[in-house]
């Protein structure tokens, strides 16, 4: 008699299980450790963007420049005036004072995401942001953007050579900084 059978046996099906929850296991700490890095590499951009957009701000408005010098976390009260032509209209006209407080209050709001809404929640914006403008006579500016990462690792400002870049913001290992040095003339 013949007892040949034909098939897969209970261990080898069991073998084939345990790879396949392994392979599976990594693919979902894969995806997780990317969303982290994709979150990261965001809020780097959003840092980039913001800063720029001061110092786009501050060319615009030269005779205020040494006005926007200080430190700022999203806590500006708004203006008396709102000096943004999209939402006056041509006929609104402000100061270089006006402007440059207007231009600070928007770009605050900007830290936490307030003209990205989903679901009546802010969204876009930096986590705990803090923003360090310094302003020479020469015209050199030096904008630097600190916010706290999505995991630890290390003080992204700690080891800066700059001592205004490292007292801009709260010093933790999560803390990351961005900054940008140039000059307006």
Known sequence: MNNKSN?????E????????????????????????????????????YLANDIINRMKLNRTQLSFYAGTYNGGQSKPAKSCDVAVGGAAVICTNTETMLWDLYQWELQFGGAF????GRSTGGLDTATACIRVSGTGAVL???TWRGIREVSDG???????FIKSCGTSSNRRRAYSINTVII
């Open 7 to 11: 098939g897969f046996s209970l261990i």
């Open 116 to 119: 990205e809404r989903v679901n």
């Open 143 to 145: 904008v630097v953007m």
């Open 157 to 163: 400002a700690k080891n800066a050579a700059d001592a």
């Open 13 to 48: 099906v069991l073998v084939s299980l345990v790879i396949l929850v392994v392979g599976l296991v990594g693919v979902f700490n894969l995806h997780i450790v990317a969303k982290r890095g994709s979150f990261e590499s965001f809020q780097q951009t959003q840092a980039s």
